[in-house]
C-alpha cells in the first residue's frame, strides 16, 4: 500500500461550506476521501480525454420498442462491435418502453464510437455514455 501524505489547501470558509454540506449529504465520513474521490473522478476524465486508453463504460439507452427493426438495429451494431460489449441488460419498463444497458470495454476511440452509433440510431429516445476506469493505475 502506498504512503498516506497529509497536505493543507486554503479555501474560502463559504466554498468549505458548501462543499462540507455537499459530502454529508453524500454519506462520506470526511473531507479526506470526497477529495480523494474527486481526484479519481479527474483522473478517470483525462484517461477518458485519450483516443487508446483501455477503458470501461456503460451505454443506458431508452427507446419504444414498437419501432421498427429498431431492437434488431441495436442489436447489430452490438454484434458489429463484439469485442467492446461485455454483457446487456434489457428491462421493460412499460408496455412501450425499454431500457438496455451496454456494459463495454476497449479503447477509448472505440467505445466512443460504439456509444455514438447505438444513441444516434434512429428511435432511441435517450442514451448515454457513463465513462468508468479498469481501476489500473487508480489508488
Not at 418502453?97 to 476511440?109: D, M, Y
Amino acid at each position: 500500500m502506498a504512503e498516506t501524505t497529509r497536505f493543507g489547501i486554503s479555501i474560502d470558509e463559504r466554498l468549505l461550506q458548501q462543499f462540507d454540506e455537499l459530502i454529508e449529504s453524500k454519506g462520506y465520513d470526511n473531507r479526506s476521501e470526497a477529495i480523494r474521490d474527486l481526484i479519481r473522478n479527474a483522473l478517470v476524465e483525462q484517461q477518458w480525454s485519450g483516443d487508446d486508453e483501455e477503458t470501461v463504460g456503460t451505454v443506458t439507452l431508452v427507446y419504444d420498442h414498437h419501432t421498427r427493426d429498431l431492437a434488431d438495429k441495436l442489436t447489430e451494431h452490438q454484434h458489429s462491435h463484439h469485442e467492446a460489449v461485455i454483457s446487456t441488460l434489457h428491462v421493460h419498463l412499460d408496455a412501450h418502453h425499454c431500457l438496455e444497458v451496454v456494459v463495454v470495454k476497449g479503447r477509448t476511440l472505440k467505445v466512443r464510437r460504439l456509444a455514438d452509433e447505438l444513441i444516434g440510431t434512429k428511435g432511441v429516445k435517450h442514451g448515454k455514455l457513463v465513462t468508468s476506469t479498469t481501476g489500473k493505475g487508480l489508488q
